[in-house]
C-alpha cells in the first residue's frame, strides 16, 4: 500500500502514520486520520487527542500496549480532503490490517471507520451504543477523542460505550 500510495500524484509529499500494535492484541483501535502530533511522532494518536485516548483505555483497564492502533486514512487529511477516491484507496487496506490483528473487538472512532469498516452511511450517533458485527469480531462505534476535546459533554456516552467493552472483554 505504501509503495503505491508515493507513487500516486494526490498522495506526493505525504507522511504516512502506519498502525502500531501486535498482531493477535484484543482490541483493535481505529481512527479517522493522524493528526499533526502523530506526524511529528510517527505514532498514530499521539498529542491531545492521544493523552484522551489513553485515558479512554485506562478507564477500562486496557493500555496502548494491549492494542493494536490505526487510521482510516494513514495520512494528515481535513474532512475536505476525505474524497471517495481517497476513502477507497485506503479501506481495503485497513480491512487487510484489522483481519492480520484479529481482535476481540474494535473500536471505532468516530464516522470515518464506523462508515468504512461496517459499509454504512448512518453517522455515530445513530451507530454507537451497541455492538457490531464485522466478519465475527466485534465493532463499537463511539466518538473520536479529539471530539471530545471540542464537545466534553460527549464522555459520557463515550465511558457508556467502553463499559460495554470492558464487559464483553470479560466475558
Known amino acids: 500500500m505504501l509503495v503505491r500510495a508515493k507513487a500516486m500524484p494526490q498522495f506526493a509529499g505525504r507522511v504516512f502514520i502506519l498502525g502500531e500494535g501486535a498482531v493477535g492484541a484484543r482490541v ?3 481512527g479517522e486520520s493522524p493528526g499533526p502530533p502523530d506526524v511529528s511522532s510517527g505514532k498514530p494518536f499521539m498529542g491531545p487527542a ?3 485516548l489513553d485515558r479512554i483505555l485506562g478507564s477500562i483497564g486496557l493500555k496502548r500496549s494491549d492494542c493494536y492502533l490505526t487510521n482510516t486514512v494513514k495520512y494528515i487529511s481535513t474532512g475536505d480532503e476525505m474524497t471517495p477516491e481517497v ?3 485506503f ?3 485497513l480491512h487487510r490490517e484489522i483481519v492480520a490483528v484479529h481482535p476481540k473487538v474494535i473500536i471505532a472512532f468516530g464516522n470515518t ?3 468504512a469498516l461496517l459499509r454504512t452511511k448512518k453517522g455515530i450517533t445513530q451507530m454507537r451504543g451497541e455492538f457490531h458485527d464485522y466478519n465475527g469480531m466485534k465493532l463499537m462505534p463511539t466518538f473520536n477523542p479529539a471530539y471530545l476535546l471540542r464537545d466534553p ?3 459520557r456516552e463515550v465511558w457508556e460505550d467502553m463499559k460495554r467493552v470492558r464487559d464483553y472483554l470479560s466475558s
Open 91 to 93: 479501506i481495503p487496506y
Open 87 to 89: 476513502l477507497n484507496f
Open 28 to 30: 483493535a483501535v481505529v
Open 113 to 115: 471507520p464506523t462508515r
Open 50 to 52: 492521544g493523552q484522551m
Open 153 to 155: 459533554t460527549k464522555k
